[in-house]
């Protein structure tokens, strides 16, 4: 129902912005909340941010709330995230996923039981 592209990866230095992108090829993007998600070398996936299915509702992670900036354009079926103040800690490979029955909150703490990802985007932050 929904496929997932990341894109924007690179590597930055430290306190550096990036910005990455999601685009979803599937026909009801508009009716998933989305989200992305992050693992870094040798760690499990966590939870960096998401969004409601009008992009208003958002959460973020601690560790990137205030840097980072979630949104989604509906009419383009692609996810945003806007990453300022780049920290080694943020190397990872970024991950979004829709989810069609949770909201964005719900969606923070199901991390590997969501179904739709796609195949994510290596962000690297040197010091």
């Known amino acids: 129902q929904v496929q997932l592209a990341e894109s924007g990866g690179g590597l930055v230095q430290a306190g550096d912005s990036l910005s990455l992108s999601c685009t979803d090829s599937?026909?009801?993007?508009?009716?998933?909340?989305v989200g992305w998600f992050r693992q870094p070398p040798g760690k499990d996936r966590e939870f960096v941010a998401s969004c409601n299915k009008g992009g208003v509702v958002t959460h973020y992670s601690d560790s990137v709330k205030g840097r980072f900036t979630i949104s989604r354009d509906n009419a383009k079926s692609t996810l945003y995230l806007q990453m300022n103040n780049l920290k080694p800690e943020d190397t990872a490979v970024y991950y979004c996923t829709a989810d069609l029955l949770h909201d964005a909150q719900a969606m923070s703490v199901m991390g590997n039981y969501l179904k739709f990802w796609g195949q994510g985007t290596q962000v690297t932050v040197s010091s």
């Open positions: 599937g026909r009801f993007f508009s009716n998933f909340s």
